[in-house]
């Protein structure tokens, strides 16, 4: 026999505004092996987890329910707290009460609190059967792997290794930066992009946890989380490090920095360079393999192909261009030097138009989402342009503007009124070229559109017209996430495991997510973002090993038939058949509990701890 105390939360009113709570305390005391019921206002404050406390000790309870909000809330508060007076944490359970009674059902006051009483009595059964467990210890590589040298790999990199941990920082192109360094000022001040990078590349070369592998991809990766073995290739054969790294920089970033890298590799970096170093191809990329206890996927985005906008004339006409091609011609060591140019005749436009939402927030033909960055960077060009040429005309098409962030709607109501950039509400309809199909050559370019504020038709008649395309995920990142296990959403965006308790770690343990590669974001929310992946990483880091909860599944020999029919039903890939017994087995460290293979298992010989069969079925029994 168990002693059960049952621990019942009001929730402020979230739950004791809806449920009848003392009716709920007064079933549930009679539930066979509960000695202790009782309720309080906020059971997760402080003088709510001393009453558990108090109550373990003081009615000698070897097991603790707290009937309140989902366990994805409080669950491991509560199983420290009943575990800090000696109850074993898996002796102790969450009746979820809120979520699944009184938020759901509030206009049914008295169903729900039968709803309650029910959910706790299957509670009860439940913990009758629960087993006192330990969490597995497994061991832990402390040295991360950062994908993408944007501004989000950079940030992710540095924040790791300042904590003291080796970084593997493998970018694909041949220069760090990532968009960044094709950015001109940037908003709210126009400080110039390039600074605040070169600062951010020189740290990251420089420092002694670092080792950075441009021109490099994963090829390969297994393991699982504090156990990765990740293969890199790097493009150009015989190609050493020091060289790689010194390319680091592009030509508009900086100069070179190769001094000093190779000697500034700590003990780890240096181990893990001279594993792949010596595995070296003739003829093809150079391989390396890490052992990685973490990854951050700080892959970026691409810009929406402006040629796929075709009604906006994009990849037609020379004179429509996107916002990353303006961008070039503002930075002051682009092609231009920093002057806006036609890029059909190099005159100054004495007119431009941008056209906003450009393959973005369209179901029906392009992308649905919002890109969140365009209307703040085209409200910075657009202030860009009337600088350059005060008496020229900007236009910007847009359906409604979406400025967040501190200072942002002020920054754009500051193009209007003291840069006198016109902006008009409608969707453009259409894009051309006066001229441009025979060989008179370029002449203006005519955008069409409807005013929606007025109803009235618009025709705006620029020399350059700026598209300001949708931002979506970097072309392979779908196959980068097949190779690490991460998912990715329907748009190729790589998925956030809760999007708001989770927001930076990926389905996948021990994969954690950085900047645009998750969704559209701009440089204040990617550096935020990059620090919390980079945090989430360091309180891994901070564990002397893995610990892996043991409410996973196990297989007992004497029933498997070795059918192998839970293998594919996995979807974590846990499970493979024993080397040498024809019988399955489960992977401890990728193993998350999730039951599946209990289901499709004929022969009952696989089950889950803490939610065997005959936990399931005594619950049914108890509802019933
Ligand atoms: C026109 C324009 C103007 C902008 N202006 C501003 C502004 O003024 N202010 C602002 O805050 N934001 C601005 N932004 C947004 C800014 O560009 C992004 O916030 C920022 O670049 C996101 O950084 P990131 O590191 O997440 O991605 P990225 O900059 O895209 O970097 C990703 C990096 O990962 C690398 N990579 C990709 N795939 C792989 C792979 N498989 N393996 C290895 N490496 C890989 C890429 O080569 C790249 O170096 C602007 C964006 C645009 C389009
Ligand atoms: S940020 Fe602005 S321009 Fe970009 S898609 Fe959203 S609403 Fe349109
Ligand atoms: S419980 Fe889920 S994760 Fe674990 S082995 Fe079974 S199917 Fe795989
Ligand atoms: S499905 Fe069941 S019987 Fe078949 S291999 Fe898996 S554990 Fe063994």
């Not at 009937?67 to 944490?89: K, L, Q, Y």
């Not at 792997?145 to 300042?162: C, K, R, S, T, W």
Request: charged share 20%; proline share 5%; net charge negative.
């Amino acid at each position: 026999m168990k002693r059960i105390g049952i621990f019942v939360c009001h929730c402020g009113t979230n739950i004791s505004g809806t449920l009848d709570i003392e009716r709920i305390v007064q079933e549930i005391a009679r539930f066979p092996e509960v000695v202790y019921a009782v309720d309080y206002k906020y059971m997760c404050s402080d003088p709510g987890q001393k009453l558990i406390r108090e109550h373990v000790a003081e009615d000698r309870l070897d097991a603790v329910i707290v009937a309140a909000c989902s366990p994805a809330m409080h669950e491991s508060t509560f199983r420290r707290t009943a575990e800090s007076v000696g109850v074993n944490p898996y002796q102790t359970e969450i009746a979820n009460i809120r979520e699944q009674a009184s938020w759901v059902h509030q206009k049914q006051q008295e169903a729900a609190t039968n709803k309650a009483i029910e959910a706790i009595r299957t509670i009860v059964a439940k913990v009758h059967y629960n087993q006192s467990l330990t969490p597995y210890y497994l061991p832990l590589v402390k040295r991360a792997l950062v994908i993408g040298g944007g501004i989000a790999g950079l940030q992710a990199a540095l924040d790791v290794a300042d904590a003291g941990y080796p970084v593997v920082l493998v970018e694909k192109a041949d220069h760090l930066g990532g968009r960044m360094a094709e950015l001109s000022g940037l908003y709210l001040n126009m400080d110039g992009a390039q600074d605040h990078l070169r600062q951010k590349i020189e740290a990251v070369v420089n420092h002694p946890n670092i080792q950075v592998l441009t021109r490099a991809e994963v090829a390969e990766a297994g393991g699982y989380v504090g156990n990765f073995v990740i293969k890199v290739e790097q493009r150009e054969e015989g190609q050493a490090l020091s060289e790689g790294v010194g390319q680091a920089l592009s030509e508009g970033v900086g100069e070179a920095l190769s001094e000093g890298v190779g000697e500034a590799l700590s003990e780890g970096v240096g181990e893990a360079l001279s594993e792949g170093v010596g595995e070296a191809a003739a003829g093809g990329p150079v391989p390396y393999t890490f052992d990685i206890g973490a990854i951050v996927v700080a892959t970026g985005f691409d810009l929406y192909d402006k040629g796929r906008l075709g009604e906006y004339g994009g990849g037609r006409y020379p004179d429509v261009i996107d916002g990353l091609q303006l961008e070039e011609m503002l930075r002051p060591d682009g092609p231009t030097g920093g002057q806006i140019r036609r890029p059909s005749d190099g005159q100054v436009p004495r007119e431009i138009a941008w056209i906003q939402c450009a393959g973005s927030r369209d179901p029906e033909l392009h992308m649905p989402y919002c890109s969140k960055v365009c209307c703040m960077y085209v409200a910075k060009q657009a202030m860009a342009y009337k600088q350059q040429v005060p008496d020229g005309q900007a236009t910007v098409f847009y359906i409604d503007i979406r400025s967040q962030g501190k200072g942002y709607e002020e920054f754009v109501q500051r193009a209007m009124e003291e840069h006198d950039v016109l902006y008009v509400r409608g969707k453009a309809s259409k894009v051309w070229q006066e001229g441009g199909a025979d060989d008179t050559g370029p002449g203006r370019v005519v955008v069409w559109g409807v005013d929606t504020l007025t109803g009235l038709p618009v025709e705006v008649q620029a020399d350059l017209v700026v598209l300001a395309t949708a931002t979506v995920p970097r072309a392979g990142a779908q196959e980068l996430g097949q190779r690490l296990h991460a998912s990715t959403d329907e748009h190729g965006f790589f998925s956030e495991a809760h999007p708001k308790l989770r927001p930076v770690e990926s389905l996948t343990a021990g994969v954690y997510l950085a900047g645009a590669a998750q969704f559209p974001k701009d440089i204040p929310e990617t550096v935020a973002q990059a620090s919390g992946a980079a945090s989430k990483v360091l309180s891994l880091f901070s564990q002397r090993q893995m610990v892996q909860e043991p409410t996973i599944a196990y297989v007992d020999p004497e029933l498997c038939s070795g059918c192998g029919l839970c293998i594919p039903a996995c979807p974590y890939e846990a499970r493979t058949m024993h080397d040498w017994q024809h019988i399955a087995v489960v992977n401890t460290a990728l193993c998350q509990g999730c039951a599946a293979c209990t289901m499709v298992c004929p022969n009952k010989a696989c089950q889950v701890r803490n939610l065997t069969h005959q936990q399931i079925l005594s619950m049914m029994e108890a509802y019933l």
